[in-house]
């Protein structure tokens, strides 16, 4: 019914930046939450950033001031763009979304998830 398409991963040099998109799709009545969550070898998956549909911004404290989450919503899509990129920020990316679905309610969506490694 939905599906999440990620883009933008990739192997960056420590202090660089990469631009993440998700593109939702589907049988979409509306977007409520997006947010991006990493998961590293070995380590649970955790919250990067999140934006509400109105467009309020929450971050994990490790990405303050590095990451920024944004969204168009006539697209379905949401961003996240990360500069000053670590070692320890490698990671597969997911999307997530909470989306409204024509006469249903409310349901969680994933992405496939996109790999990002920093390293020399």
């Known amino acids: 019914q939905v599906q999440l398409v990620e883009s933008g991963g990739g192997l960056v040099q420590p202090g660089g930046s990469l631009r993440l998109s998700c593109a939702a799709s589907g049988s979409i009545f509306s977007i409520k939450d997006m947010g991006w969550y990493r998961q590293a070898p070995g380590k649970q998956r955790e919250l990067v950033a999140a934006?509400?549909?109105?467009?309020?911004?929450n971050y994990a404290d490790s990405v303050k001031g590095r990451f920024t989450i944004s969204r168009d919503n006539a697209k379905n899509t949401v961003y996240l763009q990360m500069n000053g990129l670590k070692p320890e920020d490698t990671a597969v990316y997911y999307c997530?979304?909470?989306?409204?679905?024509?006469?249903?309610?409310?349901?969680?969506?994933w992405g496939q998830g996109t790999q990002v490694t920093v390293s020399s």
């Open positions: 997530n979304a909470h989306v409204q679905v024509y006469g249903l309610r409310v349901t969680s969506y």
């Open positions: 934006i509400t549909s109105g467009g309020s911004t």
